[in-house]
């Protein structure tokens, strides 16, 4: 791609996203469903004025990357260590009911098949692209609410990051049965092995910032080094332990998050995320989805996928949160929160075409739910967080 293009699509996304982020929080909506909007606007399905490229998807990663050192950034580590049993009841049940529930909606549309037969392994990775949870819409919406510290947003961020490690999991034990080369054994040890250097490191790490921030405080030089950490810790985590990278950046963050400076790296990164590399993330989102191959049936399909998949999200978190002692809107909170698909659920349905477990024709249906996901799920938030302070 040619570098002019470059500078004229980052401009393109840039003044529309920023422009219907404005329009989206003068109508009372988040900022980030204005700039998914506009992603979807400028892209192939309506004025094609800019096209998806290999750049935009290193930006977008990057976006998304920041996103969650940021979120780990803002954690209160005492809060996630409370609600860490209970996230991962809370993952549990985000995972299987939509598994069930994508494994039955396939069934229902082409018939109940063999256990162990082609067909059921396509029945099960339907339930599979379900279970994943992008926490990075969400967490945008949290902060612009400012619910990240709460306990039901370190709960939603504790779940989400354990819910993409039971779906990566999960996918790796469907995909076995379809590759050879693919040891889940080896995947559960390497996700274990990553969580165990994470603390190792992590409180090395944690005392050599803390030095640095004591004898160098608030100087340029921490949020740069803290920077690096949220890279590296991003390349470990996929490169070497087959991890997603978000949830590295997320780790880098929760180890920075109590030192005293926490809050000036998150200052300094946030200006990059919500200047350039936020907006191209959010955009991004749009610019992926085109609508001009739908049929009859992939719309029926697309319809039943997209309400099965939020359905069995609010289901399966909210009421294992409220089984939790969560209040019944908190509880709801942490359903809806956990219902938002996105760049997960666009790795899963990539690496089941790959592996012939999808077929290109029910892309559409991934990316028309990480579109409505990804709008409905800020409104509701922003709706349900409104009732509090209308009890109050």
């Known amino acids: ?29 988040p900022q980030v469903v204005g700039e998914i909007i506009a992603g979807l606007l400028i892209g192939p399905s309506v004025l094609h004025l800019v096209e998806q490229s290999d750049f935009l998807v290193q930006m977008a990663e990057i976006g998304v990357v920041l996103l969650m050192f940021s979120a780990g950034l803002e954690t209160n580590l005492k809060d996630l260590m409370k609600t860490g049993p209970i996230a991962f009841l809370i993952a549990c049940a985000g995972v299987f009911v939509p598994l069930a529930g994508g494994t039955l909606l396939y069934s229902c549309f082409y018939g109940f098949s063999a256990i162990g037969s082609e067909e059921f392994f396509k029945a099960i990775f339907i339930g599979v692209i379900m279970t994943a949870t992008s926490v990075g819409i969400t967490v945008q919406s949290l902060k612009e609410l400012g619910k990240v510290k709460g306990k039901v947003g370190t709960t939603i961020l504790s779940a989400a990051i354990i819910d993409d490690v039971i779906g990566i999991i999960v996918l790796t034990f469907v995909i076995g049965f379809k590759s ?82 926490s809050e000036y790296i998150d200052e300094k990164v946030d200006i990059n995320s919500y200047m350039l590399f936020g907006p191209v993330f959010f955009a991004s989102i749009g610019l992926k989805t085109s609508i001009s191959n739908l049929n009859a049936e992939i719309i029926f399909f ?45 790795i899963v349905s990539q690496k089941g075409l790959s592996v012939g477990l999808m077929t290109p024709v029910y892309f559409t249906a991934v990316i028309l739910l990480i579109i409505i996901s990804s709008i409905s799920t800020p409104i509701i938030l922003k709706i349900l967080y409104s009732k509090d302070k209308e009890e109050a």
Do not use: Q
């Open 180 to 261: 050879p080369d693919s040891d889940p054994g080896k995947v559960i040890l390497s996700t274990v092995l990553f969580f165990v250097m994470s603390i190792g490191a992590g409180f090395i790490l944690y005392k050599i910032f803390k030095w640095i921030d004591a004898r160098y405080p608030h100087t340029r030089r921490i949020p740069i080094i803290g920077l690096a950490l949220c890279f590296g810790f991003a390349y470990l985590a996929e490169e070497w332990f087959g991890i997603a990278d978000i949830t590295g950046a997320y780790v880098a963050g929760i180890i920075l998050c109590n030192i005293h400076d």
């Open 302 to 346: 697309a319809i039943g996928f997209v309400l099965v998949a939020l359905i069995t999200k609010i289901i399966g978190c909210g009421l294992m949160a409220r089984a939790c002692r969560f209040k019944g809107n908190d509880a709801l909170k942490i359903g809806v929160g956990m219902m938002t698909r996105g760049e997960v659920a666009l």
């Open 1 to 29: 791609m040619e570098t002019f293009l470059v500078f004229r699509d980052l401009a393109i996304i840039i003044i529309f996203a920023k422009f219907f982020g404005i329009v989206a929080r003068k109508c009372k909506a």
